[in-house]
């Protein structure tokens, strides 16, 4: 199962173990588990604080494994083979219940620690799904740290069945206690925000005591990191305010077109950028979604009011929010959004394995789309409002090759159907001729493009007919000391290397404003 690189770097992380741990397999006859048995080998084999042993009754999911610090009632377990992205996930997993601390906050471990209740918490992932990881390895931590937690992290692609009988149709899914507890991207932070009712509040009274910044940047994504550390380098007081840090880059799955990185993805880019911001002098507020920007008055201080209603005040704000999935805005995708409904195709994908779908965009990104779900359904329709595909030619030939896509072009969706429990099909609209035509299938992948985070300025900052903050060559807005980056402004190409260069110079614009108005 692991290629000698990868036995390598994990016996080099075993060293790490603190406790000695017991793999537990339970099993049945299917391929699958004579793979997972042949992992569990390989662990086993790599130090000496693992026993491995087979007890197929221990658990009715097969085949699944759990991981069990000896002698005491600390495990995780996962139902099913956790490669491909949580490979990282079983790694932290064998060395946190092996005693391996973890890197949290000691607040926020804290707070897991204090949590009472019963949490029976089942997570549904897919091993191609980017955004996954960070739930699994949230709620294994909180598993370990707290004895009234227990977390399943299940593989959907291996539990089909089990999949349609709960309708899962996006990942991550998660459960607590029989009923669904969230879907998407949660960190540690969001988990115990739903959990811990009075974690919002106390949140507030801390943001309300902060002095205020030279430089507040309001969002987390690479505009944002990048003013951050720009502005923190002048060794000027510095906060980020974002309602998660990463932003879209969280959402995006190869990158290969960054200067200098031949390939990375997302979340390790988005970890990467965090990683560097936290070297730096830098007041990260996570979890804080920004409502209202108010303009400086005579104490020379903007503020910045989030959703919870404390007010943060800053001699400059870089506002760098970023953009999120534009949606189709038609009857039923709102009520079947997550049901069938879904725009990471990555992510969702494997849960559509041999039924049929559609990707709405004609674009890189809908192309793009198409072709990595040709291999995993049993047909795709690629539907674009224009009269021809606006993807590179390069992907255009590759989606032309596939036997199993068809493309319809000058079309106009108009609704997804449903039969109230999940997608049954879609209408669309021939531009041509005004007929409306009918598709059955299961899925709907929406890839139309971005839509700027910019409602909340409405009436403050100038805007954009299509939402976008105006800004000048030296990232400065409408509204003295408020500087903007990235894709929330009108900056013409919304690329992630782009959006650093704008963040470093909103950052210098900001920090020229804050010395000449001294």
Not at 263 to 275: C, Q
Not at 317 to 329: E, F, P
Not at 481 to 488: E, Q
Request: charged residues 25%; hydrophobic residues 45%.
């Amino acid at each position: 199962m692991l290629d000698q690189n990868l036995v390598t770097q994990l016996q080099a992380y075993l060293q790490k173990l603190q406790q000695p741990i017991e793999l537990v397999a339970s099993l049945d006859d299917r391929d699958a588990s004579r793979e997972l048995w042949a992992l569990l080998q390989q662990i086993d084999g790599l130090s000496d604080l693992i026993t491995l042993r087979r007890d197929d009754d221990a658990h009715p999911r097969r085949p699944s494994f759990a991981i069990v610090r000896a002698g005491t009632d600390v495990q995780v377990r996962f139902a099913g083979i956790p490669m491909g992205h949580e490979f990282t996930s079983l790694v932290l997993a064998l060395l946190q219940v092996g005693g391996h601390p973890s890197r949290e906050s000691q607040e926020l471990l804290e707070q897991v620690r204090g949590l009472e209740g019963d949490f029976g918490f089942e997570t549904y992932f897919s091993l191609s799904c980017q955004n996954c990881p960070d739930v699994v390895q949230a709620l294994n931590l909180m598993a370990v740290l707290n004895p009234n937690i227990r977390h399943v992290a299940i593989d959907g692609a291996l539990f089909q069945e089990e999949v349609e009988a709960r309708q899962v149709m996006a990942v991550p899914t998660v459960y607590l206690n029989g009923e669904v507890f969230g879907s998407g991207r949660m960190g540690l932070e969001e988990i115990l925000a739903k959990l811990d009712t009075g974690a919002a509040a106390r949140a507030a009274d801390r943001l309300r005591e902060k002095a205020p910044f030279d430089v507040l940047v309001v969002g987390g994504g690479p505009a944002g990191a990048a003013a951050a550390i720009y502005a923190a380098r002048k060794g000027i007081r510095t906060g980020v305010a974002a309602e998660r840090f990463g932003g879209q880059v969280l959402d995006t799955m190869a990158i290969e077109n960054f200067t200098s990185v031949p390939y990375t993805e997302g979340p390790k880019l988005a970890a990467d950028l965090e990683r560097h911001v936290r070297e730096y002098d830098v007041d990260i507020m996570n979890l804080q979604r920004a409502a209202k920007l108010i303009p400086a008055g005579d104490d020379g201080l903007v503020g910045v009011e989030m959703e919870n209603g404390a007010v943060l005040k800053s001699r400059s704000v870089v506002l760098a929010t970023g953009a999120r999935w534009r949606q189709l805005g038609v009857p039923g995708e709102a009520d079947y959004r997550n049901k069938g409904v879904a725009y990471c195709p990555h992510c969702d994908g494997p849960l559509f394995k041999g039924k049929r779908v559609a990707v709405i965009g004609g674009g890189n990104s809908g192309v793009e789309a198409a072709i990595d779900l040709a291999g995993i359904v049993a047909h795709v329709t690629l539907i674009e409002f224009d009269g021809k595909l606006r993807a590179d030619e390069v992907l255009q030939r590759k989606l032309r090759s596939l036997p199993n896509v068809d493309v319809v072009v000058s079309a106009r969706t108009t609704e997804v159907l449903g039969d109230g429990q999940k997608v049954i099909g879609l209408l669309y609209e021939d531009r041509g001729t005004g007929k409306v035509e009918s598709l059955a299938l299961e899925g709907v992948f929406v890839q139309i493009g971005l839509l700027p985070n910019t409602e909340w300025l409405k009436g403050t900052v100038e805007l954009s007919p299509r939402g976008e903050i105006v800004i000048d060559e030296r990232g400065a807005t409408n509204v003295p000391g408020v500087f903007a980056a990235g894709d929330a402004t009108t900056v013409p190409y919304k690329q992630i290397i782009i959006a650093m260069g704008a963040g470093s110079t909103a950052a210098l614009s900001a920090f020229d404003h804050l010395i000449r108005s001294t």
